[in-house]
């Protein structure tokens, strides 16, 4: 008898939703390690100066990282925003101030987003490389200047797009296209008009080597996301890089009254981030990745032999070296036989009950990806695995009839 899961969401009359996807944010990241929780129950019983407490967070972060500097944040998107506010106001007056003195600066701070005027405001970015999350640089006041095209960018184009009264950095994102440029180059052309490079590598956190790969490249400022491979509470998130550039996003982080200020972050949170990060230093990478994996040729074992549905395993590779990152089963299946495709059935896992999340065509995440849907047992608890199987074999059944 396989043993159901604990759902502590029955009492309030929710159902508890099966992550068989990834740390996704909308389902609320991941689980952290209970010595995370501890230490943010520790961190409640006492005050501390925040700036104070951020700067202690940042050592530790600059240290896993290979950075000059860090700075904990509220996720993900809110360091991305404080790295392109740090962009803008770099050579600005704003660089006389120090986060640790009594705040005096709020004047300048608040010129962000909306009174920019003299400010280098442009971010160029590969077409091929924009996402949902650019947004984030627009809401520190940035505007995004395209290179290139959807299918590729040359250096040409990087330089065409370059303006030395209005460009602020250069933006890239790990998981965007791989028609672009590769970093290493973006970084050249970049650093070649004494501008600094922001790197948005949110997911791109495993193995453990990856905290130090773009800042080794040369990149100035590094977004990773807290909340999701990290194991940190899910709103949650570093800013790593060059120390004067970390200095202007502090300036205008929380608690202070720039752009940051809305994003707060709580003192619990900072000490579990931190928390979250020397457990990650300490996994052996090897070792957790066997293990997956032999859970993921376990479920598509239970998947195979039934009419109309192929099973089998796959990978999400490392952006950086094209590494196996995360082993995941993936479903197919023969439309023309069963009546349903493959996003057919991920619809409706996720109207069940409970509601099963994998992922269709993530084609962020593996590179043969059309058609198929994925199974990331990474965050299934105990019991899930038999549960999805299940109801993928029912759905299957049920659609011949």
Avoid at 134 to 162: K, N, Q
Avoid at 168 to 185: H, Q, W
Wanted: hydrophobic share 40%; aromatic share 8%; with cysteine.
């Amino acid at each position: 008898m396989v043993e159901e899961a604990y759902d502590p969401y029955r009492k309030y009359g929710l159902r508890r939703a099966i992550n068989a996807s990834t740390c996704l944010t909308r389902l609320g990241g991941s689980i952290p390690h209970k010595d995370v929780f501890a230490a943010m129950e520790d961190a409640s019983r006492a005050y501390v100066r925040i700036p104070e407490l951020q700067a202690w967070a940042g050592e530790r972060i600059a240290e896993a990282t290979g950075a000059e500097a860090g700075l904990p944040t509220a996720g993900a998107v809110n360091a991305l925003t404080l790295a392109a506010a740090a962009c803008i106001m770099r050579g600005t007056e704003l660089e006389r101030f120090d986060p640790l003195e009594p705040e005096s600066w709020r004047h300048i701070a608040q010129r962000l987003p909306m009174h920019t005027e003299g400010l280098r405001i442009e971010f160029v970015v590969q077409k091929s490389d924009r996402n949902t999350y650019d947004h984030a640089v627009e809401c520190a006041g940035g505007r995004l200047v395209e290179a290139g095209t959807p299918e590729g960018t040359t250096i040409e184009d990087l330089e065409d797009a370059f303006d030395p009264l209005r460009t602020a950095a250069y933006y890239f994102t790990v998981r965007g296209s791989k028609r672009g440029l590769p970093i290493e180059a973006v970084i050249e052309v970049a650093h070649g008009h004494d501008l600094p490079v922001i790197v948005d590598a949110a997911p791109d956190l495993r193995p453990k080597r990856m905290l130090t790969y773009y800042t080794e490249r040369g990149a100035d400022l590094v977004v990773f996301s807290g909340g999701k491979h990290l194991g940190g509470p899910n709103n949650s998130g570093i800013l790593a890089g060059r120390r004067g550039l970390i200095k202007l996003a502090h300036l205008q982080a929380y608690p202070f009254d720039g752009i940051g200020r809305g994003a707060k972050m709580s003192r619990e949170t900072i000490v579990g981030l931190v928390t979250a990060l020397e457990l990650y230093l300490q996994r052996d990478d090897e070792v957790l990745f066997a293990a997956q994996e032999g859970r993921v040729k376990a479920i598509a074992e239970m998947l195979s032999g039934f009419p109309g549905l192929r099973a089998g395993v796959t990978y999400e590779y490392t952006v950086g070296d094209g590494e196996p990152m995360t082993p995941l089963a993936y479903v197919e299946l023969d439309e023309e036989a069963l009546g349903i495709d493959a996003r057919e059935l991920q619809t409706m896992l996720r109207k069940g009950d409970p509601p099963i999340e994998t992922l269709y065509e993530p084609s962020f995440l593996i590179e043969d990806y059309a058609g198929r849907m994925t199974i990331n047992p990474e965050y299934m608890l105990s019991g899930d695995d038999e549960i999805v199987v299940k109801r993928i074999i029912e759905i299957v059944e049920a659609s011949k009839t």
